[in-house]
């Protein structure tokens, strides 16, 4: 190789240095993904239509659901959640598994956490659901987003145990679902993209940080009474929160009230049937899109648990 040339395979003429940040090539190299709140306009999700694992369930409790299962029905109200979602301007992606899943693949909320630079894929803290974290990594990187961890060693982390306060600032708690060590492992990552994280701890008996506290604006969170961590309502308020209390505990336990997504500022898909808590919203300014769940309910989880967030309009970037 002459000194007098130097090829563009090795830095001389015609090489094309990269300096495009990789949240600047999101939409371009990278499948369109990010979020950084829990309230902007909602513009892509992941779901996964329940399939034959769900059939012939030979005990609820010993994969953590509540009741047997209608699995018709709960075919059909997933397919309600999905048309109602893409109704309202957000594109519904499917995880599609090679295999047959564990059972409770249908609750992808658990299985990622998505930042402005693409998703931290969970690993779920019970040998039930051990391995389904495989099949929502496969179809994120099918998809082209970007992968930023997959939580390791004796870490476990589920998504819907963290949530964004901020564009620069995480709720992250610990307790039945995720432990110290995957906290950790996800607030490194978080950390790497400037973004602090508040640890909070869940009381005993709480299955989620998602089953207590929702966010349905950027100054407004609906948290459940006696079960909210006392640190993350105060850190709520710190940073320009009120914070509403759902008034109907029956409607929140057996109804999923509180299990809702937000579709945009003060608009969420929630539950139907629960006359009380959906006044109560209401009367917040809320709008209130409704969809059948009862049947969904029965396996432990609702619209939120069932979402995983693929895309919002950042804050950040607005």
Same mark, same amino acid.
């Given at each position: ?15 094309? *240095? ?41 005990? *609820?409790?010993?994969?953590?659901? $509540?009741? *047997? $299962? ?14 109602? #979602? ?9 995880? @599609? *598994? ?66 964004? $306060? ?5 709720? #992250? ?13 996800? =607030?490194?990552?978080?950390?790497? $993209? ?21 966010? =349905? ?41 509180? @299990? ?13 049937? @629960? ?23 029965? =396996? ?19």
């Amino acid at each position: 190789m002459s000194k007098q040339h130097t090829p563009s395979a090795y830095g001389g003429k015609g090489w094309s *240095p990269r300096l495009t940040s990789l949240q600047d090539e999101i939409g371009r190299l990278w499948h369109a993904c990010g979020i950084d709140s829990e309230w902007s306009p909602l513009k892509a999700v992941l779901l996964h239509r329940p399939g034959e694992e769900l059939d012939d369930l030979a005990s *609820p409790e010993a994969v953590y659901m $509540l009741e *047997p $299962l209608d699995t018709t029905s709960v075919r059909g109200q997933h397919d309600g959640i999905a048309r109602t #979602l893409r109704e309202h301007g957000v594109t519904v992606d499917y995880v @599609n *598994p090679a295999r047959t899943p564990p059972p409770n693949l249908l609750f992808v909320a658990d299985l990622m956490f998505m930042t402005p630079e693409g998703a931290i894929v969970g690993r779920p803290a019970s040998t039930v659901r051990a391995g389904e974290e495989c099949h929502v990594a496969r179809r994120l990187a099918d998809l082209g987003i970007p992968i930023l961890k997959t939580v390791r060693g004796n870490g476990v982390f589920e998504g819907a145990d963290a949530a964004w $306060l901020d564009e620069r600032t995480v709720l #992250l708690a610990t307790g039945l679902r995720t432990n110290q060590e995957g906290a950790d492992q996800v =607030a490194s990552v978080l950390a790497e $993209l400037g973004v602090d994280v508040i640890q909070v701890g869940l009381p005993y008996g709480s299955m989620h940080l998602m089953g207590e506290l929702r966010f =349905a604006d950027r100054d407004l969170a609906i948290a459940r009474p006696g079960w909210t961590p006392f640190a993350a309502v105060q850190a709520l308020r710190e940073h320009g929160y009120t914070v509403l209390f759902t008034p109907d505990e029956e409607e929140v336990t057996r109804g999923m009230a509180l @299990n809702f997504i937000t579709l945009g500022p003060r608009k969420i898909l929630m539950s139907a049937d @629960n006359p009380i808590t959906q006044a109560f919203y209401e009367a917040a300014g809320i709008t209130c899109v409704v969809a059948e769940t009862d049947e969904i309910g029965k =396996a432990a989880g609702g619209i939120g648990c069932m979402t995983g967030i693929v895309e919002r309009a950042l804050v950040g970037t607005s």
